[in-house]
């Protein structure tokens, strides 16, 4: 049996959506592993992402900065997946006890 996957999520943050619904600021996917870019920034591919910032109720990524245009906010939110939809499959748990 794999051990669990323990991740310190802000008790206020919203459920996880399903896989495939849009995103919500949930933290699940960027607090477990770095997507792409965070991996460049992090420098590491497990645990959360450096860019990952708590913000109005919600996590955001911090590579997005303020609202990026052109070029590089396009690879940006290409690199990240904004706008493809939740794409993780991890499920969390209450902490036991």
Known sequence: MPHPRIIEIHPDAPPKPAVGESCN???????????????????????????LRW????????????????LRGWLVRRWIGAGQGCDCSLEPQPPEG
Do not use: I, T
């Open 25 to 51: 600021g949930c933290g699940v996917c960027c607090l477990a592993e770095p997507c792409p870019l965070g991996m460049l920034l992090s420098r590491r591919l497990r645990g959360a992402c450096v860019a």
């Open 55 to 70: 913000e109005g109720g919600r996590y955001v990524c911090g590579a997005l900065g303020a609202k990026p245009r052109g």
